[in-house]
């Protein structure tokens, strides 16, 4: 069974397949203990707990990704010659008005 630092340090594809792995083998052995084959059953309570830590980790990854602040965006500068344009028009429609 892995760490709490070495699941830390699993990409979040690889933590997903861990979780995976070790519900189905949680699975088994719940079943072989309800139908007494079962001689490890302590096992069981192990890997509730490793499907506990599992999950928790995801859970930090998505409020982490959640909370980061995004890139601040540059402001876009308006286009000089629009602009341009527009002043010379203002400023021709004032002069035809006089």
């Known amino acids: 069974m892995l760490t709490i630092n070495e699941l830390r340090q699993l990409p979040t594809k690889d933590l997903h397949e861990?979780?995976?792995?070790?519900s189905r083998e949680y699975?088994?052995?719940?079943?072989?203990?309800?139908?007494?084959f079962a001689k490890e059953s302590h096992k069981a309570k192990q890997l509730r707990r490793?499907?506990?830590?599992?999950?928790?980790?995801q859970k930090e990854i998505q409020i982490e990704k959640?909370?980061?602040?995004?890139?601040?965006?540059?402001?876009k500068k308006p286009a000089a010659k629009k602009t341009e344009k527009k002043v010379a028009k203002k400023?021709?429609?004032?002069?035809?008005?006089?």
Request: glycine share 4%; no cysteine.
């Open 18 to 22: 861990e979780l995976q792995r070790v």
């Open 27 to 36: 699975l088994k052995i719940k079943m072989d203990v309800e139908g007494g």
């Open 50 to 57: 490793q499907i506990a830590r599992i999950q928790t980790i």
């Open 66 to 75: 959640a909370t980061k602040p995004k890139k601040e965006e540059e402001p």
């Open 91 to 98: 400023t021709t429609k004032q002069e035809k008005k006089k």
